[in-house]
C-alpha cells in the first residue's frame, strides 16, 4: 500500500510544498544563472526512469558549454562556474527536479535518474534500478553520492527497492537534509562530478 499509493501522494504534495516555499531561493538561482551561463539557466536531459521510460529532468545549469578548438566540450572541471561550485556543493540544483517529481516522472526517493547511454551497459541485477521511479535523493545519495564507486552505487539502488518502505524513506530524508549541511560526497577524487559508467569489466 505504501509503494503504490502512500509514496506518490507523498511524493506530489510533499514536492508541490517544497516548491512553493523554495520558489524565492530558486528565482535567485535562475536569474544568477542566467548571467552566469549567457541568459541559459535550466538544463535538459533525456533520462530513463520506471520500466526505462524516457522523460526529460530539469536542474540548474552550473557548467556553461565552453569548447577546446576541435569543437568538443572541455572537461566538467573547467566548465563548472564559480555559481556553479557554489550551487552543487549546497544540492541546490536539485530544486527544479521537484517539478519532476510533481509531473510524476520521479519520486523523492529512489535511484537517481542517469544517462540514457548507460542502459545497454547494465547487468539483469543492476537493470532492477527502473523497476520504481528515479528520485532526487535515495540510499546511494546518502552512502557516499558521487564518492563512491559505479558497482557500490548499483548495490544500494538494488538494496532500496528490495526493502522499499515508509521507515527507509524516512532514513534517507533526514541523511540527505545531514548531508546537504555537510556537503559530503559531492564528487569523485579528482572529479567535478561522477566518473563516466563504461559498463561492468
Same mark, same amino acid.
Given at each position: 500500500?505504501?509503494?503504490?499509493?502512500?509514496?506518490?501522494?507523498?511524493? @506530489?504534495?510533499?514536492? @508541490?510544498?517544497?516548491?512553493?516555499?523554495?520558489?524565492?531561493?530558486? $528565482?535567485?538561482?535562475?536569474?544568477? $544563472?542566467?548571467? !552566469?551561463?549567457?541568459?541559459?539557466?535550466?538544463? @535538459?536531459?533525456?533520462?530513463?526512469?520506471?520500466?526505462?521510460?524516457?522523460?526529460?529532468?530539469?536542474?540548474?545549469?552550473?557548467?556553461?558549454?565552453?569548447?577546446?578548438?576541435?569543437?568538443?566540450?572541455?572537461?566538467?572541471?573547467? &566548465?563548472?562556474?564559480?555559481?556553479?561550485?557554489?550551487? &552543487?556543493?549546497?544540492?541546490?540544483?536539485?530544486?527544479?527536479?521537484?517539478?519532476? =517529481?510533481?509531473?510524476?516522472?520521479?519520486?523523492?526517493?529512489?535511484?537517481?535518474? $542517469?544517462?540514457?547511454?548507460?542502459?545497454?551497459?547494465?547487468?539483469?541485477?543492476?537493470?532492477?534500478?527502473?523497476?520504481?521511479?528515479?528520485?532526487?535523493?535515495?540510499?546511494?545519495?546518502?552512502?557516499? &553520492?558521487? !564518492?563512491?564507486?559505479?558497482?557500490?552505487?548499483?548495490?544500494?539502488?538494488?538494496?532500496?527497492?528490495?526493502?522499499?518502505?515508509?521507515?527507509?524513506?524516512?532514513?534517507?530524508?533526514?541523511?540527505?537534509?545531514?548531508? =546537504?549541511? =555537510?556537503?559530503?560526497?559531492?564528487?569523485?577524487?579528482?572529479?567535478?562530478?561522477?566518473? =563516466?559508467?563504461?559498463?561492468?569489466?
Amino acid at each position: 500500500m505504501y509503494k503504490s499509493i502512500l509514496k506518490p501522494l507523498f511524493d @506530489f504534495f510533499a514536492a @508541490f510544498i517544497g516548491f512553493l516555499i523554495l520558489s524565492p531561493i530558486f $528565482l535567485i538561482i535562475t536569474l544568477l $544563472l542566467i548571467f !552566469a551561463n549567457n541568459g541559459k539557466p535550466f538544463f @535538459f536531459q533525456k533520462r530513463p526512469g520506471k520500466n526505462e521510460r524516457i522523460f526529460k529532468v530539469i536542474k540548474f545549469k552550473t557548467m556553461n558549454d565552453k569548447k577546446d578548438k576541435q569543437g568538443n566540450l572541455l572537461p566538467d572541471y573547467l &566548465r563548472l562556474t564559480k555559481t556553479g561550485s557554489f550551487i &552543487r556543493k549546497t544540492s541546490l540544483d536539485e530544486i527544479p527536479q521537484l517539478l519532476n =517529481v510533481i509531473k510524476g516522472d520521479m519520486s523523492l526517493i529512489g535511484p537517481r535518474p $542517469l544517462l540514457v547511454e548507460y542502459l545497454p551497459l547494465y547487468n539483469e541485477e543492476q537493470k532492477r534500478r527502473h523497476e520504481i521511479k528515479p528520485g532526487i535523493t535515495g540510499w546511494a545519495q546518502i552512502n557516499g &553520492r558521487n !564518492a563512491i564507486s559505479w558497482q557500490k552505487k548499483f548495490e544500494y539502488d538494488v538494496y532500496y527497492i528490495n526493502h522499499l518502505s515508509f521507515w527507509l524513506d524516512l532514513k534517507i530524508i533526514l541523511l540527505t537534509l545531514k548531508k =546537504v549541511f =555537510v556537503r559530503e560526497g559531492i564528487s569523485q577524487d579528482g572529479q567535478a562530478t561522477m566518473e =563516466v559508467f563504461k559498463g561492468n569489466k
